[in-house]
């Protein structure tokens, strides 16, 4: 069982390899038809994951920068304590949800199938926690994580296909990611108030400017502000990196521009590969199923949206963040969401774009990012004795929002059981 788990499902490239292989098989292609498809998906996925890592990467200085300035901020433990302990709940709630999960999409109208890896556990790790801090035990608390997480993987990558297909100009997949909620409260508000006249793809800029452009350029140059100015106000920041600030900065910033780069490239080698032989398992075992893929899918269809969306929700949720502390409003120190502006709230600019442009990408994102705040503000109370440290780092998304209503449906069956 732990084999499997830790091998397969939590192994992206080796599962989506798996997907492509059974979709081509179901369609009769020859033997290297089959190899060359899964091995390229896998690849695709690889490469995609290399070039995650190196945002993550690029970017978590900064979290460890402001944690190590935020007293009481750093809850440092409490997830790896947890993960220890319960573990084996997760694992087991997680193959029993994705049972569940394969159910609904062949009997109900919710058409989609599950296929961003890592979040295969993420999700019944967030549920089993939230049982946890309710104090559900034993079977009960398993059978809460595996029906929460087959619940969330069915239907909202089922209400976002909308959102995903305006971006993408067709319906063969959607998106599987925790960005899902801050991209719906972004579509909805940029569908009211944008301009779908004005792309953020159309921008207009001075040919001396043109450069901006490529994202991969105008990603590193902000990275490379943000760890400058950083290192200019905040007193022994980066002082032990060993180089000069100035350089430490434009390494990171390279990093981060070369990681979207390699990002871009992994996301079209997996989409090539992945939405043709899938369409097997959606005419012989799930019929009419689509994909639910990760967030950085859409970068590549609104690569200008996705950099706008982190500009603005880094700027506006770091003010929050700033006031949230000033006055305690959540009883915690919270830290600036660096990786959730960026891919949670990059992924919600593109939805803003595709349902009102540039006015849209802008207006929807600086919403999300107002909820971002408060959904991690929220669940760090609702998780305050299991994982309230990996929360503050990664939550602010469906993570938080879901795991935080997950707690309060956790303590109805407490009562119950």
Not at 105 to 115: D, E, G, N, P
Not at 142 to 171: E, N, Q
Not at 180 to 197: C, H, P, T, W
Not at 276 to 293: C, D, H, M, T, Y
Request: charged share 10%; aromatic share 12%.
């Amino acid at each position: 069982m732990t084999f499997i788990i830790d091998n397969i499902f939590r192994n992206p490239p080796i599962l989506l390899a798996l997907i492509a292989a059974l979709g081509l098989i179901l369609q009769k292609k020859s033997i290297g038809d089959v190899i060359k498809g899964s091995l390229l998906a896998a690849l695709g996925m690889y490469i995609l994951q290399k070039g995650v890592g190196l945002l993550v990467t690029a970017i978590l200085p900064v979290n460890i920068l402001v944690q190590g300035m935020s007293e009481g901020g750093n809850t440092q433990g409490l997830a790896d304590v947890f993960t220890a302990e319960f573990g084996g709940q997760v694992g087991m709630a997680m193959l029993i949800g994705l049972a569940i999960h394969l159910l609904i999409a062949r009997f109900t109208k919710f058409k989609v199938i599950f296929l961003t890896g890592h979040f295969l556990w993420w999700f019944p790790f967030i549920f089993i926690a939230a049982g946890v801090e309710a104090g559900l035990t034993g079977a009960v608390l398993v059978g809460f994580g595996a029906i929460t997480s087959a619940l969330y993987w069915s239907i909202m990558p089922w209400i976002l296909r909308k959102y995903v297909s305006d971006v993408t100009g067709d319906d063969s997949f959607t998106l599987g990611h925790p960005s899902g909620i801050l991209s719906l409260i972004s579509g909805k508000i940029a569908k009211v108030f944008g301009n779908k006249e004005k792309s953020t793809e159309d921008l207009n800029l001075p040919k001396g400017l043109s450069f901006f452009k490529e994202v991969s350029i105008t990603g590193g140059i902000t990275l490379f502000l943000m760890f400058l100015i950083l290192g200019l106000t905040v007193d022994g920041a980066f002082a032990d990196v060993g180089k000069p600030l100035f350089f430490y900065a434009f390494d990171q910033g390279l990093m981060f521009g070369g990681g979207l780069i390699i990002l871009l490239q992994g996301v079209r080698m997996l989409v090539n590969q992945i939405i043709p032989a899938f369409q097997g398992i959606s005419e012989k075992l799930v019929p009419k199923a689509i994909p639910a893929l990760d967030c950085p899918i859409l970068f590549n269809y609104k690569p200008n949206a996705a950099m706008i969306g982190f500009i603005v929700a880094m700027i506006l949720s770091t003010v929050l963040v700033l006031i949230s502390n000033a006055t305690g409003l959540f009883g915690v120190i919270l830290i600036p969401l660096v990786i959730t502006s960026f891919f949670e709230c990059g992924t919600a600019a593109v939805i803003g774009e595709g349902q009102g442009g540039l006015k849209g990408a802008i207006v929807g994102t600086s919403v999300a990012a107002v909820a971002m705040v408060a959904f991690v503000g929220i669940s760090a109370i609702v998780y305050s004795t299991t994982i309230q440290d990996w929360l503050l780092i990664f939550g602010g998304n469906g993570l938080s929002f879901f795991g935080s209503i997950a707690k309060f449906f956790a303590d109805l069956f407490a009562m119950i059981f």
